[in-house]
T-cell receptor
Framework: DAGVIQSPRHEVTEMGQEVTLRCKPI?????LFWYRQTMMRGLELLIY????????DSGMPEDRFSAKMPNASFSTLKIQPSEPRDSAVYFC???????????FGQGTRLTVV | GENVEQHPSTLSVQEGDSAVIKCTYS??????FPWYKQELGKGPQLIID?????GEKKDQRIAVTLNKTAKHFSLHITETQPEDSAVYFC?????????????FGPGTRLSVLP
């Protein structure tokens, strides 16, 4: 398996535009996580899914953020409209079962100007 | 919910010396504690983990200890090498009725000086 695959690796967009980040988890994993990493706040959990169902989205900053997992092999994180304070590195991670290793993707570096 | 603290935030050691990073957690129900290493421009990668039924685990130069009573766990790196320079994150599992996620500490930037 190629690991967790995220796209794009880098995204630069203007304030107010819609941004969609994509993630392909490792095949067979039943948990998927979206994290945001900034210098100020570290690694923040935004939302996680279990068997494609959103379990906890309390970390989603506001209604501008939404995430979907239409099937076991794909998830999206959407920001609409984007703002400069959304600039960060967004990571997707997947895991199988409980108390096991979470595998992280390479991340998407988002810059909103 | 779970809260994880991590110290120090930065650590510099001479090559060959040992490095110790300490974490505390708040939820006594947490039972899985992974440590991740993040190199520049990459995603975090697991280096070692420990479960609550074990007090210590070792893998070559890396060891982790867990004190469930005090709710703290530590990462020990011996004979440090320049390639150990990275940001290290501890994490604790947080379980609810529907699933389990990880809560990460704020990270420790380790610099190994040649």
């Amino acid at each position: 398996d190629a690991g967790v695959i995220q796209s794009p690796r880098h995204e630069v967009t203007e304030m107010g535009q819609e941004v969609t980040l994509r993630c392909k988890p490792i095949s067979g994993h039943d948990y998927l996580f979206w994290y945001r990493q900034t210098m100020m706040r570290g690694l923040e959990l935004l939302i996680y899914f279990n068997n494609n169902v959103p379990i906890d989205d309390s970390g989603m900053p506001e209604d501008r953020f939404s995430a979907k997992m239409p099937n076991a092999s794909f998830s999206t994180l959407k920001i609409q409209p984007s703002e400069p304070r959304d600039s960060a590195v967004y990571f997707c991670a997947s895991r199988w079962g409980l108390n096991t290793e979470a595998f992280f993707g390479q991340g998407t570096r988002l810059t909103v100007v | 919910g779970e809260n994880v603290e991590q110290h120090p935030s930065t650590l510099s050691v001479q090559e060959g010396d040992s490095a110790v990073i300490k974490c505390t957690y708040s939820d006594s129900a947490s039972n899985y504690f992974p440590w991740y290493k993040q190199e520049l421009g990459k995603g975090p990668q697991l280096i070692i983990d420990i479960r609550s039924n074990v007090g210590e685990k070792k893998d070559q130069r890396i060891a982790v200890t867990l004190n469930k009573t005090a709710k703290h766990f530590s990462l020990h790196i011996t004979e440090t090498q320049p390639e150990d320079s990275a940001v290290y994150f501890c994490a604790a599992s947080s379980r609810d009725n529907y699933g389990q996620n990880f809560v990460f500490g704020p990270g420790t930037r380790l610099s190994v000086l040649p």
